[in-house]
Structures are given as C-alpha cells and as structure tokens.
C-alpha cells in the first residue's frame, strides 16, 4: 500500500460545478495535510492546509479531514477553466517526512 | 517579497558526469528541502536542511548529496549521473514555525544523455 494514495484522474467537471478531490494515507498517527495545485510545466503551489478534523474553507476550496477514515478532500466550488491542473495531497508522516501522492488532474471545461 | 530561485533552470549532462543545483529560499525561510518529480514516480522526498544540518533525507542511493549554507541557500550534487537521473528538481523552503507550508522554486530540468 503507497503511503499516501490518489486517482491519477483525470477528473473532468463542467465549469461552476463542484470538483471533488479525494486522498487516502496509510499512517495513522499522521497530524498535518496539504493540497497542492501543480500547472502544467511549473511547480507545486501550495493552497490548502489542515491539522484537525473536519471543514476548513478558503474562498472556493474547502478542505475536509477525517482522520478516522484515513482520508483527506479537496472540494472546488464554482469550478473555472483556470482551476484545471493537477492537484497533489501531501502528508506529514510519522516518518518525520512529506510525503506527496501522485496527484490528480483535473479539467473543467467550459 | 521575492519567491524561491532556482539555478539553473535547465542542464544537459553526460552519463557518468556530475551535477551541482542551488536553490535560494525566500528570505527567513530556513527549512530548504529538495524533490525529484518524474512522470512515473511523481514527488519524491530526497532531502530537508535547516540551520546547516541535514535534518531528513529520502531514499536515494549516496550519490545524490547536499548541503545547506550559513545563509540558508542550499545545494544538491548528484554524483556519477545515470539516464534515470532525469527530472525536474524542486527545491523547497518554509519557515522554520510552518516546516511542511511548503514554498516551491521553479525548479531545475535535469536531463541525462
């Protein structure tokens, strides 16, 4: 089992809907979480963090954490076209490392 | 405030060669960690320095190395460079309270003929 794990995608979603973004971890103990969105031919930025379980929302992104479960989303409302790359989840592992999954693309078409 | 640099940006290099990258991280991050992306690997973890010590490292074979300097810009050296050398090479600073709110660089195109 990878460490941390996503669906390669791609997602595609019509533009104003809702994008779901989902990554599960192998590491229980595990505390911190991130998302990542990743254009083509440029690097990782980061746009999302969460420590605790639940919500947490930043204008059209919404994280959610169920540590329980495993598993960490990435909701997108409204989606745009400028919403379509790649969006990477990491975790912060026992391990004392990030560890990052393989991402997700996703597309929003007009 | 200015983002993390990258140099070079791009690097053509002959099997069996060496390679030196530097990354400057924003000013008064002092968490540098580097990352090898290839398309089948995705993001892997090769190294984090701060304060001049190596604090973590991946599981890359000794010849990838680096260093972290008084400054907090960092290097890496892949020694005897092999074909699946190849990658982009990102660098990535945070500061120290905030270790994983990673900042990326634009990374370093490595390509290994």
């Known amino acids: 089992q990878k460490e941390v794990e996503q669906n390669s995608g791609p997602l595609s979603v019509p533009e104003g809907a809702i994008a779901s973004l989902n990554c599960t971890y192998s590491?229980?103990?595990?505390?911190?979480f991130f998302w990542y969105r990743q254009y083509s031919g440029k690097s990782p930025e980061l746009i999302m963090s969460?420590?605790?379980?639940g919500d947490k929302e930043d204008g059209r992104f919404t994280a959610q954490l169920n540590k329980a479960s495993q598993y960490v989303s990435l909701l997108i409302r409204d989606s745009q076209p400028s919403d379509s790359a790649t969006y990477l989840c990491?975790?912060?592992?026992?391990?004392?490392?990030?560890?990052f999954g393989t991402g997700t693309r996703l597309q929003v078409f007009p | 405030k200015a983002g993390v640099t990258q140099t070079p940006r791009y690097l053509i290099k002959t099997r069996g060669q060496q390679v030196t990258l530097s990354c400057s991280p924003i000013?008064?991050?002092?968490?540098v960690s580097w990352y090898q992306q290839t398309p089948g690997q995705g993001l892997q973890f090769l190294f984090e320095?701060?304060?001049?010590?190596?604090?973590n490292k991946g599981n890359f074979p000794g010849r990838f190395s680096g260093r972290q300097f008084s400054n907090s810009r960092s290097e890496m050296n892949v020694s005897t460079l092999e074909l699946g050398d190849s990658a982009l090479y990102l660098c990535?600073?945070?500061?120290?309270?905030?270790?994983?709110?990673?900042?990326f660089g634009p990374g370093t195109r490595l390509t290994v003929t």
């Open positions: 320095y701060f304060s001049e010590t190596q604090r």
């Open positions: 969460i420590y605790s379980n």
């Open positions: 590491d229980r103990v595990s505390q911190s």
């Open positions: 000013s008064g991050h002092r968490s």
């Open positions: 990535a600073s945070s500061l120290a309270t905030a270790r994983y709110e990673q900042y």
């Open positions: 990491a975790v912060y592992l026992n391990t004392d490392k990030l560890i």
